[in-house]
């Protein structure tokens, strides 16, 4: 059964930093890229960065260019989210999704992932 717990969410104040976690179980972590999404209410869910298996590639959503950094640790089964600079529309459920490398490239695509965690909520405030 495959299981993605996220941790890490939670208030800050605009500027500020947080750090989620995304820890994987019940797959073989190595043989999948992980991405981050988010959502917001009443908002469709966004991607907003994916780390290919191995760390060989990575994609930002043009709102995470510059602040957030996504990485990896294959001997942990967990993926992170460095997120800095906060703002007030980074307030969001952010989510962890799993898809096997041997599948098509997902991108940043959320209909192409098979795995999701519950969630983790990101609050921004001024």
């Known amino acids: 059964q495959v299981q993605l717990v996220e941790s890490g969410g939670g208030s800050v104040k605009a500027g500020g930093s947080l750090r989620l976690s995304c820890e994987a179980s019940?797959?073989?972590?190595?043989?999948?890229?992980m991405a981050w999404f988010r959502q917001a209410p009443e908002k469709e869910r966004e991607g907003v960065a994916i780390?290919?298996?191995?760390?060989?590639?990575?994609e930002y959503a043009d709102s995470a260019k510059g602040r957030f950094t996504i990485s990896r640790d294959d001997a942990k089964n967990t993926v992170y989210l460095q997120m800095n600079s906060l703002k007030d529309d980074d307030t969001a459920m952010y989510f962890c999704?799993?898809?096997?490398?041997?599948?098509?490239?997902?991108?940043?695509?959320?209909?192409?992932?098979?795995?999701w965690g519950q969630g983790t909520q990101v609050t921004v405030s001024s």
């Open positions: 780390i290919k298996y191995g760390s060989r590639d990575i």
């Open positions: 999704a799993a898809n096997v490398r041997f599948s098509r490239w997902p991108g940043l695509d959320p209909r192409l992932f098979g795995y």
């Open positions: 019940g797959l073989r972590f190595r043989d999948y890229h």
